[in-house]
């Protein structure tokens, strides 16, 4: 299995900020994801964070919005840009390993004003 | 287009009894399925991965089964206490490796 560590576990921000969502994996990984989970729905998968190269976005997020990076192995960050009370959500670090499966951080649970 | 459904959205049940979640998807080609738990305003918990190839997977007092032709599979929790409250999410991968999720059970245990 994989313990991912993710940091702030929450945040109130204000509209117009910007905040960065660290996540960390005990173990090198070979996919990493960043999922949001707005207030009651299920997870909607923001993207694949690529090590050394360019997110991979899914329909409706942008890098502009969601800046992605992803140094080496065992860590990304996600920032959500430009802050809005709609971005109000968990978001969620997940990582693939061993024969597909799936494993997720604690999330960071993001109130904007 | 693979659709995953999860029946009941929630579901109360007294402390001590067995009980069965269940989670349809509509086209059999899939790659695995796996079973989470989340707690409120948390992250989610691996609970079982069943592959493709696999018909069950057990872990304490949880079995998930897998039905590909029939496109469902279930959760059972045996001896149910109120610590297993929570909602229970399944998710496919499908065979392009997109991982399509349920929309959860939300599960209460009274003591």
């Known amino acids: 299995s994989a313990v991912i560590s993710q940091k702030p576990s929450r945040d109130i921000c204000q509209r117009g900020t910007s905040l960065t969502i660290q996540c960390q994996v005990d173990?090198?990984?070979?996919?990493m994801f960043w999922y949001r989970q707005q207030p009651g729905q299920s997870l909607t998968l923001i993207a694949t964070?690529?090590?050394?190269?360019?997110?991979?976005?899914e329909s409706g997020f942008v890098i502009d919005k969601f800046p992605i990076s992803r140094p080496n192995l065992t860590f990304s960050t996600l920032t959500v840009s430009n802050m809005s009370p709609e971005d109000s959500s968990i978001y969620l670090c997940s990582a693939g390993v061993r024969a597909g499966e799936l494993f997720f951080g604690e999330g960071s649970r993001l109130t904007v004003l | 287009k693979q659709e995953v459904t999860q029946i009941p959205a929630a579901l109360s049940v007294p402390e001590g009894e067995n009980l069965v979640l269940n989670c349809s998807f509509t086209d059999s080609a899939i790659y695995n399925l796996q079973w989470f738990r989340q707690d409120p305003g948390k992250g989610l918990t691996s609970l079982l991965l069943?592959?493709?190839s696999q018909r069950e997977q057990t872990s304490g007092r949880l079995n998930a089964s897998l039905d590909k032709s029939s496109g469902r599979s279930t959760l059972y929790i045996a001896a149910s206490q109120p610590g297993d409250s929570a909602t229970y999410l399944c998710?496919?991968?499908?065979?392009?490796?997109?991982?399509?999720w349920g929309a959860g059970t939300k599960l209460i245990i009274k003591p």
């Open positions: 998710a496919v991968k499908d065979s392009n490796y997109q991982l399509i």
């Open positions: 173990s090198q990984v070979t996919m």
């Open positions: 964070a690529n090590q050394g190269s360019e997110a991979t976005y």
């Open positions: 069943i592959q493709s």
